[in-house]
């Protein structure tokens, strides 16, 4: 996963991942400035039969592949509440698929299905006037400025995003649109959707209100206890002429969903805050049959996962 050397590039992810340090009350040292409060757990994928019609990357054509899935809240902050309605959500679904030792490729995910901007720049802007908002102030204040402004932004803001009774009944997108490439040489772009196999189920707000501060973190531990936690992955294949480089544009629901394969959680990882140290996902495959689209996100998004994972590998231990 190598850092680019485009010195712009470079300028802007930093600028962003000073953003999520400043919305987030400070660096927290050891942790991800976004998502910081997760969990690992470990299993095995299982690729469909249909898979191998789509793309021909190595974990589509095995009987199974290791996978690690790393469950996440959305805010910088370790120590947010589950039930935290403004700073909890959307979560964060990430998928490391165990090619071979040292070979690998990833899903970054998370529980809304569409991003508030169409660039790392623009995704910026809506840090920095959320960062300028003072909420006891006259209105509109910063942020309610740049939301009537970008249509994208107010769309994501407002998308309901309710509590999950379990990371196992949470449905999970990667907003980003891939290239697919089967063995015939035959390309076609798609989205991953991650679905769970138990169905999705949430919580009203008297509920939620109710629950522990660690309310999933402790569920999923003792349902893994008992039983697999299984997700659906699906495929909603794109057709001509659909925008393919832009993460706010969303596909029609009836554009067909290819299922690509299961997965199956069986275990908490061992040794889990060290290893969710060490990790560093990232959002492009970097394998054979699958490749990042023209959307912008791409490269940014990467390059700030790798920034901030070496400045969470060099801070010891958690």
């Known amino acids: 996963m190598p850092l680019t050397t485009d010195e712009k590039l470079l300028a802007l992810s930093r600028d962003i991942i000073e953003g999520f340090d400043k919305a987030d009350g400070g660096v927290h040292p050891g942790f991800r400035p976004a998502h910081a409060k997760g969990i690992l757990l470990k299993g095995t994928f ?90 006891a102030g006259p209105h509109p204040n910063a942020i309610e400025q740049f939301l009537g402004s970008h249509p994208a932004a107010l769309a994501f803001v407002q998308a309901p995003k309710p509590i999950p009774t379990s990371f196992a009944r949470e449905s999970f997108f990667a907003v980003s649109a891939f290239k697919f490439t089967n063995a015939s040489g035959a390309s076609r772009y798609g989205r991953y959707r991650i679905l769970p196999v138990a169905g999705n189920e949430y919580l009203d707000d008297a509920a939620a209100a109710a629950k522990s501060a660690n309310f999933l973190f402790d569920e999923i531990q003792q349902r893994i206890a008992k039983e697999p936690v299984r997700f659906r992955i699906v495929v909603q294949l794109g057709e001509d002429g659909d925008t393919v480089d832009d993460a706010t544009v969303r596909w029609p629901e009836d554009r067909p969903q290819l299922v690509f394969g299961e997965v199956s959680l069986t275990e908490i990882a061992p040794n889990n805050a060290d290893e969710q140290q060490h990790l560093i996902f990232d959002p492009i495959p970097r394998v054979e049959g699958i490749e990042a689209s023209a959307d912008p996100l791409f490269e940014p998004r990467a390059n700030v996962y790798l920034m901030t994972g070496r400045r969470r590998r060099g801070a010891g231990k958690q």
Not at 54 to 66: E, G, I, N, V
Not at 104 to 119: E, K, Y
Not at 121 to 135: C, Q, V
């Open 46 to 135: 299982t690729p469909s039969p249909d898979a191998v019609s789509l793309t021909r990357a190595p974990h589509a054509q095995r009987s199974s592949t290791p996978v690690t899935v790393r469950f996440s809240n959305f805010a910088g902050v370790p120590t947010v509440a589950d039930n935290d309605s403004q700073n909890a959500s959307p979560r964060g679904f990430a998928l490391r698929y165990h090619l071979a030792e040292h070979a690998h490729t990833d899903i970054v995910a998370h529980s809304v299905d569409t991003f508030p901007s169409r660039t790392a720049e623009g995704f910026l802007e809506f840090l920095n006037a959320l960062i300028a908002t003072d909420f």
